[in-house]
């Protein structure tokens, strides 16, 4: 899927997201009556759209900023004001993340993310995309709680031509990850994608668990995980939030992962992500395909997000 027909894809699934508060904001700014009780509807749809405290607060001083400078009727510079304010908050700091010229061999990326939201057919997606770059990729299924995650896994290697090391149901992940890795480098892999499990009810045995995972990763494999995105869905709203920070008291996130952009509306959660948590969104998704799975380009996130038609 070109980057056009992605585009296409991403406007269609934030649909939902567009009626439920954009078009409300958008009233707003068409009103012309640009006083403070415009200024607290604006801030109530933004909160109410799951967008977070920090974002709103900053989306809101940017508006005020604009407005004071006379621009009170200008509907559309308020709107273009505010929505290059979404993605300079969007863009955000730079991370590592992995060039297509990879500095280290194997290159590996660790992969969180609570069950549920769509972690290993992501793991599986960005294998894909490597393995469109002429990258070979090695597959570690280290989420051992669910002979489930090990099967899918295995299938999406199959899938899309990946190696997968993996142990039964109920081993040691960091075993798993051991094995991987020197498998990895036995077979000269390029890059190196590790599933672990996500189970939130036990919190602190899966925290402690992830920071075995990291301490055998790095000791086998040096600077290693060279990337440990974490994956959400769009879908769970706030609550997105709060699994996150669950998994930052484990491990030191580079990226996040938001997947089911597709048929919610409460797509507002992508904006807020960066102010409250730090970390950027590195992958969006729009559907179960291969291809549904693209780079976050947030110029473009925010155009199909308030694109009328």
């Known amino acids: 899927m070109d980057r056009g027909s992605f585009f296409q894809r991403l406007k269609k699934?934030?649909?939902?997201?567009?009626?439920?508060?954009?078009?409300r904001l958008e009233g707003i700014f068409q009103s012309r009556?640009?006083?403070?009780?415009?200024l607290?509807?604006?801030?109530?749809?933004?909160?109410?759209?799951?967008?977070?405290?920090?974002?709103?607060?900053?989306?809101?001083?940017?508006?005020?900023?604009q407005s004071s400078k006379g621009n009170e009727g200008n509907a559309k510079n308020l709107s273009l004001c505010f929505q290059q304010e979404i993605i300079n908050l969007l863009v955000g700091p730079e991370k590592k993340s992995a060039p297509a010229a990879l500095p280290a061999c194997p290159w590996v990326i660790l992969f969180l993310g609570?069950?549920?939201?769509?972690?290993?057919?992501?793991?599986?997606?960005?294998?894909?995309k490597y393995r469109q770059m002429g990258k070979k990729v090695l597959l570690v299924a280290a989420d051992t709680f669910r002979a489930a995650a090990i099967e899918q896994l295995e299938i999406?290697?199959?899938?899309?031509?990946?190696?997968?090391?993996?142990?039964?149901?109920?081993?040691?992940?960091s075993a798993v990850v051991y094995d991987g890795l020197h498998a990895a480098k036995k077979r000269e892999v390029d890059v190196v994608l590790i599933d672990t499990a996500g189970r939130l009810h036990t919190k602190v045995h899966l925290i402690e668990e992830l920071k075995k995972i990291r301490r055998v990763t790095a000791k086998e494999q040096s600077d290693a995980p060279h990337e440990t995105l974490l994956v959400l869905d769009a879908?769970?709203?706030?609550?997105?939030?709060?699994?996150?920070?669950?998994?930052?008291?484990?491990?030191?996130?580079?990226?996040?992962?938001?997947?089911?952009?597709?048929?919610?509306a409460k797509g507002g959660v992508i904006i807020g992500i960066q102010e409250e948590l730090g970390v950027p969104v590195k992958y969006i998704g729009v559907g179960e395909g291969v291809d549904d799975l693209q780079p976050f380009?947030?110029?473009?996130?925010?155009?199909?997000?308030?694109?009328?038609?």
């Open 114 to 128: 609570v069950n549920g939201v769509g972690k290993t057919t992501t793991i599986a997606k960005v294998a894909d």
């Open 13 to 23: 699934g934030l649909s939902k997201t567009r009626e439920s508060w954009v078009q």
């Open 297 to 309: 380009d947030p110029a473009g996130f925010v155009q199909a997000l308030f694109e009328k038609g």
């Open 235 to 264: 879908t769970t709203g706030q609550n997105a939030y709060q699994q996150a920070r669950v998994f930052k008291e484990a491990l030191d996130i580079t990226g996040i992962v938001l997947t089911k952009l597709d048929g919610t």
């Open 40 to 65: 607290a509807s604006m801030e109530e749809i933004l909160l109410s759209a799951d967008v977070g405290v920090k974002a709103t607060q900053r989306l809101m001083e940017a508006v005020r900023r």
């Open 33 to 38: 009556r640009w006083d403070e009780e415009a």
């Open 156 to 173: 999406w290697g199959q899938r899309v031509g990946a190696e997968v090391v993996k142990h039964k149901a109920g081993a040691d992940p």
